[in-house]
C-alpha cells in the first residue's frame, strides 16, 4: 500500500511570491492534517480537513490556506511568503476523523525562502 | 486548549543503556497520548500510544511509555538503548472530545553514542 505522497519535495522562493504544495493520502484514508515544522518551534497544526470540510484551523495568518478535494487529496497554498515560513510543511492522512487513531505522515516538503 | 512539554532539546545515553525521553501534557478531560520518532530527512513515524486501559503502553522497536495521570506524564522509555535509535522524537496529545487536531511538543532529540 503506498504511503502518503507530498509534492513537491523541495522547492525554493522568493519573498512575495506564492506557493501550493500537495499531498495524496494512504488508499482509503479520508482524513487530511498538514503540520509546519521548523527548528525551533517543533511541529504547528496548520489544518485538518475531512471529507472536504475543514475540521480545524491553527493559528496561521490567512495567508495560509488549504482544501481538500472529493478524492481526499490535499492542497495548501501559503501567498505573499515571508522569510519566516521557511519550513518543513507536512502532511499526515488518517482512516477518518478518529480521536484514537495514528496519523500517517507523509516526507514532506521543505520550503525554502529566499 | 491542550499543550505538550517536552522539557529536554538533547538526550545523550551511551548504547546499552536505559533511555528515557520526558513528556508532560495538559488537556481537558481524558487525554489520547502518542508518541512519534523522526529520522532525518523523513516523515514522522507513529511508536505508540495511550488511549485507556494499562498505564504502561508498549510499541514498536522496543520502545515502551507510562502514562501517569497524577502526574499528567507520558515518558518515553527503552531498557536498552541502540545507536539506531538516535533520532528526534515527538510526544503529542488530544482530547477525548473528538473536536480538536493532535497537538505535538517540540521535540527531544536522542543520541545514542557507541
Known amino acids: 500500500k503506498a504511503g502518503v505522497t507530498q509534492t513537491p519535495r523541495y522547492l525554493i522562493k522568493t519573498r512575495g511570491q506564492q506557493v501550493t504544495l500537495s499531498c495524496s493520502p494512504i488508499?482509503?484514508?479520508?482524513?487530511v492534517s498538514w503540520y509546519q515544522q521548523t527548528p525551533g518551534q517543533g511541529l504547528q497544526f496548520l489544518f485538518e480537513y475531512f471529507s472536504e470540510t475543514q475540521r480545524n484551523k491553527g493559528n496561521f495568518p490567512g495567508r495560509f490556506s488549504g482544501r481538500q478535494f472529493s478524492n481526499s487529496r490535499s492542497e495548501m497554498n501559503v501567498s505573499t511568503l515571508e522569510l519566516g515560513d521557511s519550513a518543513l510543511y507536512l502532511c499526515?492522512?488518517?482512516?477518518?476523523?478518529?480521536?484514537?487513531?495514528?496519523?500517517?505522515f507523509g516526507e514532506g516538503s521543505r520550503l525554502t525562502v529566499l | 486548549a491542550q499543550s505538550v512539554a517536552q522539557p529536554e532539546d538533547q538526550v545523550n545515553v551511551a548504547e546499552g543503556n536505559p533511555l528515557t525521553v520526558k513528556c508532560t501534557y495538559s488537556?481537558?478531560?481524558?487525554?489520547?497520548l502518542f508518541w512519534y520518532v523522526q529520522y532525518p530527512n523523513r516523515g514522522l513515524q507513529f511508536l505508540l500510544k495511550y488511549i485507556t486501559g494499562d498505564n504502561l503502553v508498549k510499541g514498536s522497536y522496543g520502545f515502551e511509555a507510562e502514562f501517569n495521570k497524577s502526574q499528567t506524564s507520558f515518558h518515553l522509555k527503552k531498557p536498552s538503548a541502540l545507536v539506531s535509535d538516535s533520532a528526534l522524537y515527538f510526544c503529542a496529545v488530544r482530547d477525548n472530545t473528538g473536536n480538536t487536531p493532535l497537538v505535538f511538543g517540540k521535540g527531544t532529540r536522542l543520541s545514542v553514542i557507541a
Open positions: 499526515a492522512s488518517s482512516l477518518v476523523a478518529e480521536d484514537t487513531g495514528e496519523l500517517f
Open positions: 488508499s482509503g484514508h479520508r482524513s
Open positions: 488537556v481537558s478531560g481524558n487525554p489520547y
